[in-house]
């Protein structure tokens, strides 16, 4: 069903990504619910693909987004940290936000200081009280080196591919903690990896993606 559930409505895109069995965590569905991806993207938001944002960037299909929310539920209760790499548009922060309500706390990190300002509008205008009450934060910079100013998170979500094990965001990850990344070059997957309590890691493919890289600010590339 993955590419196959595209709505009119935000609520109907929910409905079919739950009817296709790419959702089914409460917390999830209400998050996307909750978080209208039309306050994020004007260019189809409700279609079940990727679409551009400018920039040369894209915001990922609805399913890799359910798929990724699904992933990674355990580790966005209540009051948990989580850091998205390649933020883009806002809208996977704002789901994660919502996910660990009012005592949780998500950062957004963009390499494109436009998109990043252009997210950070976005939630002001349509979620005052994330940013006022800094449940949610948008900072501009590397999202190869992820964010040490808040380190360790929780869980990671990399909206963009990195060409190998991306050692340096997993040392940003709790124990216990979980990471949801891309991972190759020329063939990609995506990569689940879970640090126990005592900081081992393991890691899991789930299935084969295309994603653009984590790259540089000027050559406009974004998960």
């Given at each position: ?12 895109l ?8 790419i959702?089914s ?13 039309a ?23 609805p ?17 948990m ?9 806002g809208?996977?922060t ?20 436009e998109?990043a300002?252009?997210?950070?509008a976005?939630?002001?205008?349509h979620y ?10 948008i ?23 990195s060409?190998?094990?991306p050692?340096?965001?997993l040392?940003?990850l ?30 899991e ?19």
């Amino acid at each position: 069903m993955a590419w196959m559930c595209s709505g009119k409505t935000n609520d109907e895109l929910v409905n079919n990504l739950v009817k296709g069995q790419i959702i089914s965590a409460p917390q999830v569905i209400s998050a996307m619910r909750a978080v209208d991806r039309a306050h994020f993207t004007k260019c189809d938001p409700y279609a079940d693909s990727p679409q551009g944002i400018g920039f040369g960037a894209t915001i990922s299909a609805p399913h890799m987004h359910g798929y990724a929310l699904e992933e990674l539920q355990q580790f966005l209760q209540p009051g948990m940290c989580a850091l998205d790499v390649g933020s883009g548009s806002g809208y996977l922060t704002a789901c994660m936000a919502k996910m660990v309500g009012s005592s949780g706390y998500v950062v957004g990190v963009e390499h494109i200081s436009e998109l990043a300002e252009q997210s950070r509008a976005a939630l002001q205008a349509h979620y005052p009280e994330w940013i006022d009450s800094r449940r949610v934060e948008i900072v501009t910079g590397d999202g190869r080196k992820g964010y040490i100013n808040e380190a360790p998170y929780d869980c990671i979500h990399v909206g963009a591919a990195s060409p190998v094990k991306p050692v340096e965001l997993l040392a940003q990850l709790m124990a216990p903690g979980r990471m949801f990344v891309p991972v190759g070059s020329g063939i990609q997957y995506i990569v689940v990896y879970d640090k126990d309590a005592r900081g081992n890691i393991t890691e899991e493919m789930l299935m084969g993606v295309r994603y653009v890289p984590l790259t540089d600010a000027p050559a406009y590339n974004s998960g």
